[in-house]
């Protein structure tokens, strides 16, 4: 749903109190970065993971990364597989890589501009499954991929598409053509492309060429779709992520380096420790690219919280995620790069410890400075699957935030001179004039939160605000109208698709 | 459940890591206070409301507050009650409020420095009713009452006690009897007294200094206990409220002005306007207190919010909300006084809503640096009910803010150098000797988030978190212990209730 109510035509009434309008399309971070580590430490921790780097070094599984960072300077054993990459190398890539990139979108209207300051919201991504309360758990398929994708089109505060459904059911080799059609014809966003491999990801760039018509040129004027590299933690990046690196890079295209450090696990068990190997490995990955194409867009990322130490399953919500987000962005910013983090749910089910874990992460990347905040709706089990309900009351808290960011500019009229004057003391101010002017913009229309009393709430069925989301993404389903030029764009790709299809596709890289 | 988890024995062997050790007792905000209004507009507002006090005065219904204003230089109209109060006057009494407030408790232990800085939390308060799953939703009784104060009782991060339910079963000239012998006998921390005419409130502190065996001098040596005082917005003090002013000032104890500004109710409809009236209601009980004896503890307060303005319905949570807490918080240290805020929720039921608004609430508190927040744990229904469940997943929420005050220390052990050079590319940290040494105490551990998959939580009955508070609030209060003391305390106040209760107690203010 669009939230952007526009005004009321000139033919209304002179007295017509104006309609809310709201723009939640592109937003800037309304507080300032907050700090859980001293800029010494800071400063420390830059300086061991450089250490990391130049001594220990990572192993790099795909040879055509080794010969980009050999021919850089990296000291490289081909026999460990195990590349040393001493710190000019890194710092210079630092210098090289982008402050600010353009995301580019189908329309002009969604594009975003990925720096420091900007607030960008994308959804769950990465889900094997989904849940919603009418049909329950489930593998994710092609019908529930597109849907997630209408429901990520139906409100703007979704800044970017993220996978937040697999369709299992299409072949792992033709996959790629489904999940980019549907997000090229149910959609207008920036969009996503998984690093699956050479074969896919430049199929995937020729599709979005051919359904924007653009050039080559055109194609390289911003970056059109990002993709997440996630490198194996500790110190190790596999082949399809190394590619995907190199591929991106050399294309144009943002790749967003993401370590998933969990402390305790594939991590040091202290946040300080943890952040060092993100760190390193962050800046490894935005070097390969930087060696790939100096100048490629390429984004810092982390997304480090803890596992719970009995059953090693990763926690999201808690003091160390938080903390390790508000200390990303410390470390982001001591190399002066825009950087992506993540929110999330470890919860099984759409309750209240969902919401609460959801909304620490949330809260944490606003402290944070996040450029951008992936998993920031839908996200339940750690990731594995995608909730329908969930999504639904996680939009309520990115549009609670996202109102935030507009200014109060506090002209003298706001102060309400006239109207505290007017209202005899032990009055109400409902009838004012000032009231009147305002009461149809003063304040942020609830998406899914009911706030009628207990009991016009019980006599309407005493529903659960989990229980009230389906109606919303019922509605937003059955409702939904594709972008404008879906069609269009649908059909310059279909060709392509066809034949690539015949053809055999392109499997996964392994 | 106290959280504070000792050290294991000598006796323990050496190889055993370290057990978790917490402290929520005494916090101090993390983060420094963010702003929403420009210094400009909250000196403006500021001025405003100086203004409204001088030129447009508040009605105040009690005769005794009126004559303390007038002999304080304030100009007064018995006719119309009202009461205009010069910038002299206010100033000055901003000048004698203390900025820094001992707040007494039974244990030396749970006392509390209320000054800018300290981050306190308080549960629930004034609800009528409370629910929960097993009894249902119901009229508050002593039993409830009781219980609650044993909720608040079992967690180090309630810092001081609040009214979650109203024992309507005592008849209203005996309750504040059985409420103060609630609070002194079930729990050992800060008491709160309701400001319910001077019958009551004298009795109340009688209870206190027999159960503490306390001297008149020693009662005034810091505040014993606490009241929250509501102006009836806009611009009137009722008899009860005017009377607690006086009455808590003279006997040294803190009094809590605040105004409850529902912009688009009792407030303007702008946040600029509900804040200027709830700024100059807060300054003139202020005024109050210190006419009624200069140096009286006495807290700013600000509970402002906006209404929906389809039912007139409170929201809490909401973009308002948040700004009205976060400016609330700029004007307080405009004038240079610790203060109190609020979370809540509107929800009718311990759902994702519920969670949500409460989060929004509690980290609103934590950019505007709140020195108390009230409603922190338990408020459903705009105040209506206090929810059992819901309290305990509020009270995770609040442990997690809670171990975000620790500070990062990061001497360059916790950077993991060993533990990340030991640990081969691809590899895990589980096993490293930096990760078993503090496996133990590294991370927070859920009070009631579940952690694991969902093949596990499925297989333990598929459990919401809200089901699950069921079982700990059930345990707490099966396995309550009354706090050291409680006998004698209970013995020292019997025989003056006794009395006094034959003698008819004392009825409500009118």
Redo the contacts between chains.
């Keep these: 749903m669009d939230q952007t109510h526009r005004r009321k035509g000139r033919a209304a009434r002179r007295t017509e109190p104006p309609a809310r309008v709201v723009n939640y399309r592109r937003l800037r971070h309304?507080?300032?970065p907050?700090k859980?580590?001293?800029d010494d430490?800071v400063a420390?921790?830059h300086e061991?993971a450089l250490?990391?780097l130049e001594d220990?070094g990572?192993?790099v599984l795909l040879p055509e990364a080794r010969r980009l960072y050999a021919a850089g300077g990296a000291i490289v054993d081909e026999d460990t597989e195990?590349v040393r990459v001493g710190r000019d190398i890194v710092m210079a890539a630092v210098a090289t890589a982008p402050k600010s990139i353009r995301l580019r979108a189908v329309n002009p209207d969604r594009e975003l501009s990925y720096e420091d300051g900007a607030m960008i919201f994308s959804p769950a991504g990465g889900c094997p499954n989904a849940t919603d309360r009418i049909r329950g758990?489930r593998s994710g398929d092609l019908a529930t991929f597109e849907e997630t994708l209408k429901l990520h089109q139906s409100f703007d505060v979704i800044h970017k598409l993220g996978p937040s459904a697999e369709p299992q059911d299409v072949p792992a080799n033709l996959r790629h053509y489904a999940m980019m059609r549907g997000q090229l014809t149910l959609s207008d966003k920036p969009v996503f492309v998984y690093a699956r491999g050479r074969g896919q990801v430049e199929d995937s760039f020729e599709i979005i060429r051919l359904a924007n018509g653009l050039s080559e040129a055109d194609f390289t004027d911003g970056s059109w779709c990002t993709t997440v590299i996630n490198t194996?933690s500790?110190?190790?990046i596999d082949k399809p992520m190394a590619e995907g690196i190199i591929d991106f890079a050399r294309a144009g295209q943002m790749s967003i380096i993401t370590p998933f450090c969990l402390?305790?696990?594939?991590?040091?068990?202290?946040?300080?420790?943890?952040l060092?190997?993100q760190h390193?490995e962050c800046l490894a990955g935005i070097t390969l690219a930087q060696l790939a194409k100096p100048g490629a867009p390429v984004s810092y990322g982390g997304f480090s919280s803890?596992?719970?130490?009995k059953?090693?399953?990763?926690?999201f919500?808690?003091?160390?995620h938080?903390?390790m987000a508000i200390?990303t962005g410390q470390l982001a910013r001591h190399v002066g790069l825009p950087w992506r983090s993540a929110a999330g749910s470890?919860?099984?089910?759409?309750?209240?410890?969902?919401?609460?874990?959801n909304?620490?992460g949330l809260?944490a990347n606003l402290?944070a400075n996040a450029t951008l905040t992936i998993h920031s709706a839908g996200w339940l089990?750690g990731g594995?699957?995608f909730g329908y309900e969930?999504f639904i009351?996680d939009i309520?808290?990115l549009q609670?935030l996202a109102?935030?960011c507009t200014?109060?500019a506090?002209p003298?009229e706001?102060?309400?001179?006239d109207?505290?004057?007017d209202?005899q003391?032990?009055?109400?101010?409902?009838a004012?004039g000032?009231?009147m002017e305002?009461?149809?913009s003063?304040?942020?229309a609830?998406l899914?939160?009911?706030?009628?009393?207990?009991g016009t709430?019980?006599a309407a069925g005493?529903r659960?605000?989990?229980e009230r989301?389906t109606a919303i993404w019922q509605r937003l389903l059955a409702g939904f109208c594709a972008p404008e030029g879906s069609a269009e764009r649908g059909a310059r790709i279909a060709d392509f698709i066809a034949r690539r299809s015949t053809e055999g596709g392109a499997a996964p890289r392994g």
Tied chains: 1, 2.
């Design positions: 309304p507080f300032a907050q859980v580590l001293t430490a420390r921790m061991m250490k990391v220990l990572l192993r195990m758990r194996n500790p110190r190790q402390a305790g696990a594939m991590a040091p068990v202290t946040v300080e420790g943890a060092v190997l390193a803890n596992v719970d130490m059953s090693g399953a990763p926690a919500g808690t003091p160390t938080i903390r200390s470890a919860a099984n089910v759409a309750d209240m410890q969902a919401a609460g874990e909304h620490m809260w402290l089990e594995l699957t969930k009351n309520e808290a609670t109102e935030l200014p109060l506090s003298q706001e102060l309400a001179w109207a505290i004057a209202v003391p032990g009055g109400h101010f409902f004012t000032h009231t305002r009461f149809d003063a304040f942020y609830p899914v939160a009911d706030l009628s009393n207990f709430w019980e005493a659960t605000a989990t989301a």
